[in-house]
């Protein structure tokens, strides 16, 4: 079985999911947690990774799963809920800002 277009699928999906964050859709913070619970089944194979002492891609699975961890954290903390909340009232004439612009103002 080719793995290539599952992982083109996944790689399409998180770009949706993405810029459906940037046009403030409540449904994008679910696909991301969805991705997030995903990468746990990857942190299965870290007890064998270090076994065979391959650091660097055991260091690379956790990095990872951090990264993806620390931004489900930020879509649901902070200024977050302002932000998928201001969808609704949003008017067309307001400049458009990002999350982390959010926290500057």
């Known amino acids: 079985m080719n793995p290539q277009p599952a992982a083109e699928l996944a790689l399409l999906v998180q770009a949706i999911a993405r810029v459906s964050i940037l046009r403030r859709r409540r449904l994008a913070r679910g696909i991301i947690v969805a991705f997030l619970a995903l990468a746990t089944i990857g942190l299965s194979i870290l007890n064998r990774l270090i076994t065979e002492k391959s650091f660097i891609f055991a260091g690379i699975t956790v990095l990872g799963f951090v990264l ?38």
């Open 68 to 105: 993806k961890a620390v931004g489900v954290y930020l879509l649901f903390t902070g200024r977050s809920k302002e932000w998928f909340a201001a969808n609704s009232s949003r008017v067309s004439s307001q400049p458009r800002t990002t999350p982390f612009m959010l926290e500057v103002m």
